[in-house]
């Protein structure tokens, strides 16, 4: 059994940066992948970021690469590093885990953990 914890969200104007953290607590096994999702009122849950919790290896969306950058502490934190924030951006940002998959951690139906989410908000 896997918790999440995310945290982080807040106000911030546009061009500002922001970091996320999600926090696990139980065994996180190395073949785990944390991901992050957002869903922005009105819209459907979107994949944002994942890491593999063995080894590293990330995905990103195409709306995120180069802004944003996953990584982890090898402990139980996962943070989501976000820079040039947009007012498309704003939404609930929530964590999840579940079994690596290489071409399928893009699925929130991939993940078995779901933690709470943290709002973000950008203003223009």
């Known amino acids: 059994q896997v918790q999440l914890v995310a945290s982080g969200g807040g106000l911030v104007q546009a061009g500002d940066s922001l970091r996320l953290t999600c926090t696990a607590s139980g065994v996180i096994s190395s073949n785990y992948a944390i991901g992050w999702f957002r869903q922005a009122p009105g819209k459907g849950r979107e994949f944002v970021a994942s890491v593999r919790w063995g080894g590293g290896a990330t995905n990103y969306a195409a709306s995120v690469k180069g802004r944003f950058m996953i990584s982890k502490d090898n402990i139980r934190n996962t943070y989501l590093q976000m820079n040039n924030l947009g007012p498309e951006d704003t939404a609930v940002y929530s964590c999840?885990?579940?079994?690596?998959?290489?071409?399928?951690?893009?699925?929130?139906?991939?993940?078995?953990?779901w933690g709470q989410g943290t709002q973000v908000t950008v203003s223009s």
């Open positions: 999840a885990a579940g079994t690596y998959s290489n071409a399928d951690m893009y699925d929130p139906r991939q993940y078995t953990y």
